[in-house]
């Protein structure tokens, strides 16, 4: 039972790279989510997405990109890196109606250091 | 907008003491409230919530309360253990914002450190 799957776990990425954080889920949920956790900053939404071929940013989508072409994936791209993109990348998901119930399913996380 | 506020941490106790987490919100419409739990090294887990006034949301031996009229919903434990050593977030999730209702707004969290 894999629930909400991230990679990689950690990564350092130097100022200007770019990279794809990879998200997949096995529940059959149509929601999907983007969140970053900074130190004492609880979390952040970047972009969320309500089925196959739909996307939305959040609060915080600058220097992000996502696409969705499956039910399962929801990769989000991080283009020219910044200190400023330093954080834990949380994905989730939740079935439909789930966001209104607060059952949201989070991955483990993936680690990123931008130097 | 909506917001949620929850008590500095971090919080440091013994084991079998009493826990008390507060949070405090602030929102538009008729949210549902949540807290959710970090164990160290994992994602957020739902702990438990409570979807209007006067509801008790209850999980493993946690309770918490939908405060309207003091717009609070405290997390409280009789007897704490080591085990229950993790960061806890208060959430909400306003469906008659005018906004997006599909987002959940989260507190700042609060580590809680029960020791032996």
């Known amino acids: 039972n894999a629930g909400v799957t991230q990679t990689p776990k950690f990564r350092i990425l130097k100022i200007g790279q770019s990279m794809t954080l990879q998200c997949t889920q096995d529940?059959?949920?149509?929601?999907m989510y983007w969140y970053r956790q900074d130190p004492g900053m609880g979390l952040k939404l970047i972009y969320y997405?309500?089925?196959?071929?739909?996307?939305d940013k959040g609060e915080v989508p600058n220097g992000y990109n996502v696409s969705r072409s499956t039910t399962e994936d929801f990769p989000l791209r991080l283009e020219l890196a910044a200190p400023s993109q330093t954080s834990v990348y949380f994905c989730?998901?939740?079935?439909?109606?789930?966001?209104?119930?607060?059952?949201?399913?989070f991955g483990e996380g993936s680690r990123l250091t931008v130097l | 907008g909506d917001s949620v506020t929850q008590m500095e941490g971090p919080v440091t106790l013994s084991e079998e003491a009493f826990l008390t987490i507060n949070c405090t919100y602030t929102?538009?419409?008729?949210?549902?409230l949540f807290w959710y739990v970090q164990y160290p090294g994992e994602g957020l887990q739902l702990l438990l919530k409570?979807?209007?006034?006067?509801d008790k949301g209850s999980n493993k031996g946690f309770e918490a309360t939908y405060r309207k009229e003091t717009t609070s919903f405290h997390l409280e434990k009789g007897s704490v253990q080591v085990s229950d050593s993790a960061v806890y977030f208060c959430?909400?999730?306003?469906?008659?914002?005018?906004?997006?209702?599909?987002?959940?707004?989260f507190g700042k969290g609060t580590l809680l450190t029960v020791n032996p």
């Open positions: 989730a998901s939740s079935y439909r109606g789930g966001p209104n119930t607060g059952e949201l399913f």
């Open positions: 529940m059959n949920h149509n929601y």
């Open positions: 997405s309500v089925g196959a071929g739909i996307t």
């Open positions: 929102a538009t419409g008729y949210p549902s």
């Open positions: 409570a979807t209007k006034a006067d």
């Open positions: 959430a909400l999730s306003d469906q008659n914002s005018g906004g997006s209702n599909y987002k959940l707004t």
